[in-house]
Structures are given as structure tokens and as C-alpha cells.
């Protein structure tokens, strides 16, 4: 069976640490910014670590052979 290949949008959305943790940026930060409030803009300029079973599920179906 023929290596799977790395999906290329996921490429661009998510980073794999050296410990395997995924980075991605924070979601929520399109429109409607006026409304946030400052806690949420201030946490949501970096990045964040996401959960175990979303890093499992991203790292298997989209990432199979790392970045």
C-alpha cells in the first residue's frame, strides 16, 4: 500500500513540536472583534496547544508523516 500522503491545507494550519505536541492559531479572530473582549484578543494573538484527541485525530488523518 502506497504511502499516505500529507494534506497540504493542514501543512499551513498546523506545527508538530519537538516533544509532538500541535500548535495551531486560535480560532475566532476573523470579524466581530469589537465585541470580544480584551482578555480574548490578547489570548488569541499566538498560538495555541491543542487538545489530545485533536492532535491524535490531526496527526493521523492529515499529518501521517510529520511536517
Known amino acids: 500500500m502506497p ?3 500529507t494534506k497540504s491545507a493542514a501543512k499551513k494550519r498546523f ?3 519537538a516533544t509532538g ?3 495551531a492559531a486560535a480560532a475566532g ?6 465585541k ?3 482578555k480574548f484578543i490578547r489570548d488569541a ?3 495555541m496547544v491543542l487538545a489530545e484527541a485533536d492532535a491524535k485525530k490531526v496527526v493521523k488523518n492529515y499529518l ?3 511536517l
Open 3 to 5: 504511502k499516505m500522503k
Open 15 to 17: 506545527k508538530i513540536t
Open 21 to 23: 505536541k500541535v500548535l
Open 29 to 34: 479572530k476573523r470579524h466581530g472583534m469589537i
Open 36 to 38: 470580544r473582549t480584551n
Open 45 to 47: 494573538r499566538g498560538t
Open 64 to 66: 501521517p508523516n510529520g
